[in-house]
T-cell receptor, first 110, second 112 residues
Framework: EDQVTQSPEALRLQEGESSSLNCSYT??????LFWYRQDPGKGPEFLFT???AGEEKEKERLKATLTKKESFLHITAPKPEDSATYLC???????????FGSGTKLNVKP | EAQVTQNPRYLITVTGKKLTVTCSQN?????MSWYRQDPGLGLRQIYY???????DKGDVPEGYKVSRKEKRNFPLILESPSPNQTSLYFC???????????FGPGTRLTVL
């Protein structure tokens, strides 16, 4: 069964305290692993797409990596404005279907 | 401005009363999709469309219908809503399935 699991469910960090969010996936013929940010009351906003194991992408304080079983979103020296729920999604190769994890709610305290 | 719009944003209805949630995008995207978001369950895909007149079931299609008669519009139809369809619904679009999706602002539906 195709599924995506994210951990932890919630993460509280002090400003400047780096950490990583995990996304484990079991999806047939993965065609892409996506990271989104969701602020309260809004739709998800795109962050990264990773297409193959070993690929890495960076944007400001965020860096996403991909292996054959999981993806990590590394947050370096976070700021309070990084507080949000981070979602990962896997695209099934055969059917163009997306499977989302339930998200990690990040709270960065000043 | 490039965007995905949904209407209505909020809806309270009663069991069995047919309703339609509209979704429109102005980016000429081929791929469009509907999701529901429930606490602890994350986003679950209801239906998706690769292009006009091409639709397919996502993970939780029961109780929903869709149509794609025009490239820009992808309405979600609940012919006989039930309380278990109370949820936050998002429409999204992209250039093909492998690319980033742009999400609408969401429709909060309550079925009494």
């Amino acid at each position: 069964e195709d599924q995506v699991t994210q951990s932890p469910e919630a993460l509280r960090l002090q400003e400047g305290e780096s950490s990583s969010l995990n996304c484990s996936y079991t999806v047939s013929g993965l065609r892409g692993l996506f990271w989104y940010r969701q602020d309260p009351g809004k739709g998800p906003e795109f962050l990264f797409t990773l297409y193959s194991a070993g690929e890495e992408k960076e944007k400001e304080r965020l860096k996403a990596t991909l292996t054959k079983k999981e993806s990590f979103l590394h947050i370096t020296a976070p700021k309070p404005e990084d507080s949000a729920t981070y979602l990962c999604a896997a695209l099934n190769g055969g059917f163009n279907k997306f499977y989302f994890g339930s998200g990690t709610k990040l709270n960065v305290k000043p | 401005e490039a965007q995905v719009t949904q209407n209505p944003r909020y809806l309270i209805t009663v069991t069995g009363k047919k309703l339609t949630v509209t979704c429109s995008q102005n980016m000429n995207h081929e791929y469009m999709s509907w999701y529901r978001q429930d606490p602890g369950l994350g986003l679950r895909q209801i239906y998706y469309s690769m292009n006009v007149e091409v639709t397919d079931k996502g993970d939780v299609p029961e109780g929903y219908k869709v149509s794609r008669k025009e490239k820009r519009n992808f309405p979600l139809i609940l012919e006989s809503p039930s309380p278990n369809q109370t949820s936050l619904y998002f429409c999204a679009s992209s250039f093909g399935g492998r690319n980033e999706q742009f999400f609408g602002p969401g429709t909060r539906l309550t079925v009494l």
